[in-house]
């Protein structure tokens, strides 16, 4: 059953995200990208890591992806004025790159059987708590510095005088 | 195997009556919304339609309104992004009905010697997904702003999805304080917290033990759904109908349902999370247990259906409170409503999660 699930929820999400790379109008490619999130809260869920596929969801698909379509809606390319894509060397061996890639991690990965469904408790609101805050907490505390970084620079930014 | 297909027959009936619950009240909300204004400005309201005489207080005009949906044209502009235009009164009602999942209406009960939870599921990150899904509405509101294909309605999904995002925000930190009290996200959880009696005599609802969170939740929530005083998407003066002008027959039905049902489930959750749940003062599983020692006894039929009873009260009062509330206070200019968005309300949610750890700490919990 969970093989099942994860078959499909693992080809939706790599299916997406070639759309994503694939798209010629941004908005496209913006709602594909929500698809592909989508899917990996559903592999999340599958892990039982229910904690983490509740943020992917609140934070990347409600929130970053609607500020990618708010900019691109602000933009407001017109279709015809969208750049047309070109075939180009590095383009094709970037895909052959890709193919190789997931040759190689596809071979990688038959060494090794699929693991087995961790229990329940360590994908909780709680675990995560306690281990971020025990384990976890100078890489927890760097993190935070880090996005307060970034919203003071955004502020400065956007701000032309403090 | 008769334990699986109980399993299923149980889910299936669990989903089919919170959906019917949901919608039923979506019909009555519509009806009421009239009536209330109507009273409300001292006129009559609806009172036309009628069946073979009977006009129901004017109960018949929903039914004629879905009626006149489904008959008119399912027209589509020209300009419009034909995919986008058409996904997005999906995005506006699917995310909303799945998060009604995750709210208790009632204890567990027995039934045929197997114990039942009255909840669709009961999520470890309960109020988290309710968060997540609803979370998804916001793209119903973007894409046919942009889709449409015209002005008003970019205007109006530009100016919708920014407030959804800064109300978001608040809305989520307003909740931490009833997370640190009741030690748990599971709506279950919460909701038995608040069966406790805080002093021996005063019900430990959410509502006593947060007032603050309170206030800025439900106001947050008012935002989140559009609704007056934050109705600015749809500011009829400035922008026709906001996001959703272009929208014709079953497509713009679905959007009146996505909002009606992300109303009332929003009156569920504020029942649920700040006045009790399904729980009632001073009921226990045996019957009433007062607080001088006095007890009435009950049998447990009548303790679950006063239980069931008491939620769906709390939550058609809430859904009540968006009328009046609509009816009563005027519409807010943008930059008011993005002030009080990210000004007054973001702080106060800080100050409150602030002050309830410090009141927690001081109790020594």
């Given at each position: 059953?969970?093989?099942?699930?994860?078959?499909?929820?693992?080809?939706?999400?790599?299916?997406?995200?070639?759309?994503?790379?694939?798209?010629?109008?941004?908005?496209?490619?913006?709602?594909?990208?929500?698809?592909?999130?989508?899917?990996?809260?559903?592999?999340?869920?599958?892990?039982?890591?229910h904690f983490l596929a509740a943020i992917?969801?609140?934070?990347?698909?409600?929130?970053?992806?609607?500020?990618?379509?708010?900019?691109?809606?602000?933009?407001?390319?017109?279709?015809?004025?969208?750049?047309?894509?070109?075939?180009?060397?590095?383009?094709?061996?970037?895909?052959?790159?890709?193919?190789?890639?997931?040759?190689?991690?596809?071979?990688?990965?038959?060494?090794?059987?699929?693991?087995?469904?961790?229990?329940?408790?360590?994908?909780?609101?709680?675990?995560?708590?306690?281990?971020?805050?025990?384990?976890?907490?100078?890489?927890?505390?760097?993190?935070?510095?880090?996005?307060?970084?970034?919203?003071?620079?955004?502020?400065?930014?956007?701000?032309?005088?403090? | 195997?008769?334990?699986?297909?109980?399993?299923?027959?149980?889910?299936?009936?669990?989903?089919?009556?919170?959906?019917?619950?949901?919608?039923?009240?979506?019909?009555?909300?519509?009806?009421?919304?009239?009536?209330?204004?109507?009273?409300?400005?001292?006129?009559?309201?609806?009172?036309?339609?009628?069946?073979?005489?009977?006009?129901?207080?004017?109960?018949?005009?929903?039914?004629?309104?879905?009626?006149?949906?489904?008959?008119?044209?399912?027209?589509?502009?020209?300009?419009?992004?034909?995919?986008?235009?058409?996904?997005?009164?999906?995005?506006?009602?699917?995310?909303?009905?799945?998060?009604?999942?995750?709210?208790?209406?009632?204890?567990?009960?027995?039934?045929?010697?197997?114990?039942?939870?009255?909840?669709?599921?009961?999520?470890?990150v309960g109020i988290l997904y309710i968060?997540?899904?609803?979370?998804?509405?916001?793209?119903?509101?973007?894409?046919?702003?942009?889709?449409?294909?015209?002005?008003?309605?970019?205007?109006?999904?530009?100016?919708?999805?920014?407030?959804?995002?800064s109300y978001e925000v608040s809305m989520?930190?307003?909740?931490?304080?009833?997370?640190?009290?009741?030690?748990?996200?599971?709506?279950?959880?919460?909701?038995?917290?608040?069966?406790?009696?805080?002093?021996?005599?005063?019900?430990?609802?959410?509502?006593?033990?947060?007032?603050?969170?309170?206030?800025?939740?439900?106001?947050?929530?008012?935002?989140?759904?559009?609704?007056?005083?934050?109705?600015?998407?749809?500011?009829?003066?400035?922008?026709?109908?906001?996001?959703?002008?272009?929208?014709?027959?079953?497509?713009?039905?679905?959007?009146?349902?996505?909002?009606?049902?992300?109303?009332?489930?929003?009156?569920?959750?504020?029942?649920?999370?700040?006045?009790?749940?399904?729980?009632?003062?001073?009921?226990?599983?045996?019957?009433?247990?007062?607080?001088?020692?006095?007890?009435?006894?009950?049998?447990?039929?009548?303790?679950?259906?006063?239980?069931?009873?008491?939620?769906?009260?709390?939550?058609?009062?809430?859904?009540?409170?968006?009328?009046?509330?609509?009816?009563?206070?005027?519409?807010?200019?943008?930059?008011?409503?993005?002030?009080?968005?990210?000004?007054?309300?973001?702080?106060?949610?800080?100050?409150?999660?602030?002050?309830?750890?410090?009141?927690?700490?001081?109790?020594?919990?």
């Amino acid at each position: 059953m969970e093989a099942v699930f994860f078959i499909l929820f693992g080809a939706v999400a790599v299916g997406a995200s070639i759309m994503v790379v694939t798209r010629r109008h941004p908005l496209s490619s913006a709602l594909y990208l929500l698809m592909a999130l989508f899917s990996v809260a559903a592999l999340f869920v599958l892990r039982q890591a229910h904690f983490l596929a509740a943020i992917q969801l609140i934070l990347y698909a409600g929130a970053v992806i609607v500020l990618f379509i708010f900019v691109i809606m602000l933009i407001n390319v017109p279709e015809e004025r969208l750049p047309s894509e070109r075939m180009t060397a590095m383009r094709v061996l970037g895909v052959a790159a890709a193919g190789i890639l997931i040759l190689e991690s596809a071979l990688l990965a038959r060494r090794f059987a699929m693991p087995q469904p961790p229990v329940a408790e360590v994908g909780t609101v709680e675990a995560v708590g306690i281990a971020l805050f025990t384990d976890y907490l100078l890489a927890f505390e760097i993190t935070s510095v880090l996005l307060l970084a970034a919203v003071i620079g955004a502020i400065s930014l956007a701000k032309k005088k403090i | 195997m008769t334990a699986v297909l109980f399993l299923v027959v149980v889910a299936l009936a669990r989903i089919a009556i919170v959906f019917s619950f949901c919608f039923g009240l979506v019909v009555v909300f519509t009806w009421a919304e009239r009536k209330g204004a109507a009273y409300i400005q001292d006129r009559r309201g609806p009172n036309r339609a009628d069946i073979l005489g009977f006009r129901a207080w004017g109960m018949f005009h929903p039914l004629a309104d879905a009626l006149k949906f489904l008959f008119k044209e399912d027209f589509i502009p020209d300009n419009a992004q034909r995919l986008f235009y058409q996904l997005a009164p999906m995005f506006a009602v699917a995310p909303v009905l799945m998060s009604i999942a995750v709210v208790p209406f009632g204890p567990d009960v027995t039934i045929f010697g197997r114990r039942v939870a009255l909840q669709i599921a009961d999520l470890n990150v309960g109020i988290l997904y309710i968060f997540a899904v609803t979370g998804m509405t916001v793209y119903g509101v973007v894409l046919a702003g942009w889709g449409s294909g015209s002005k008003y309605p970019l205007l109006g999904g530009l100016r919708s999805s920014a407030q959804m995002l800064s109300y978001e925000v608040s809305m989520g930190l307003s909740l931490v304080g009833i997370f640190m009290v009741f030690e748990s996200l599971r709506l279950s959880r919460i909701v038995a917290g608040q069966g406790e009696l805080l002093f021996g005599f005063l019900p430990k609802w959410g509502v006593v033990v947060q007032p603050l969170g309170f206030i800025l939740f439900i106001t947050a929530q008012y935002a989140e759904a559009n609704r007056t005083p934050f109705d600015l998407p749809e500011g009829e003066s400035e922008l026709v109908a906001g996001y959703h002008s272009e929208y014709a027959s079953f497509k713009f039905s679905m959007f009146m349902m996505g909002e009606y049902l992300h109303m009332v489930i929003g009156a569920v959750v504020v029942a649920t999370l700040f006045f009790g749940g399904w729980q009632v003062p001073f009921l226990a599983d045996t019957g009433f247990v007062l607080p001088g020692g006095a007890s009435v006894p009950l049998p447990e039929i009548l303790v679950i259906a006063l239980r069931t009873g008491s939620i769906f009260l709390k939550s058609l009062f809430f859904t009540w409170l968006y009328v009046w509330v609509r009816w009563t206070i005027p519409r807010f200019r943008y930059d008011q409503v993005m002030r009080l968005g990210w000004k007054v309300l973001l702080p106060l949610s800080l100050v409150n999660i602030f002050a309830t750890g410090l009141v927690l700490l001081l109790l020594g919990k």
